[in-house]
């Protein structure tokens, strides 16, 4: 499991946004 994988959290934009900050 990657907390920063897209196809885990594609429908978190700002989880992403904030893991690759």
């Not at 499991?1 to 900050?21: G, N, S, T, W």
């Amino acid at each position: 499991y990657k907390p920063c994988d897209p196809q885990v959290i594609r429908d978190r934009v700002a989880h992403m946004e904030f893991c690759y900050q």
